[in-house]
């Protein structure tokens, strides 16, 4: 079982930035790919960010230049930095960990931006 928490969503301003977090427990040495995924009301949840075991990672384009994902694989911690947020940016972003086992959801947090 892998368990993930996610923290740093909250209110900013067009423009602002935000740095989410997610920590990761349990038997993450099974987990091989992690990824930011957001859903907004009345949409689907899509896929924002991925990162590999090594490294390698991938955007959606309407983040790309904007957001950046990273992780500290000594504190089992995944990061989404995001930057000149857009009132379209606005969602609950979830933490996801894919793992042998299968694949692992955190409980989201509250993205809002606006002015």
């Known amino acids: 079982q892998v368990q993930l928490v996610e923290s740093g969503g909250g209110l900013v301003q067009p423009g602002g930035s935000l740095r989410l977090s997610c920590a990761a427990s349990?038997?993450?040495?099974?987990?091989?790919?992690m990824g930011w995924y957001r859903q907004a009301p009345g949409n689907q949840r899509e896929l924002v960010a991925g990162?590999?075991?090594?490294?390698?990672?991938n955007y959606v384009d309407s983040v790309k230049g904007r957001f950046t994902i990273s992780r500290d694989n000594a504190k089992n911690t995944m990061y989404l930095q995001m930057n000149s947020l857009k009132p379209e940016d606005t969602a609950v972003y979830y933490c996801?960990?894919?793992?042998?086992?299968?694949?692992?959801w955190g409980q989201g947090t509250q993205v809002t931006v606006s002015s």
């Open positions: 996801n960990a894919q793992s042998l086992r299968g694949g692992y």
């Open positions: 349990g038997t993450i040495r099974s987990i091989f790919v």
């Open positions: 990162i590999t075991n090594g490294g390698t990672t």
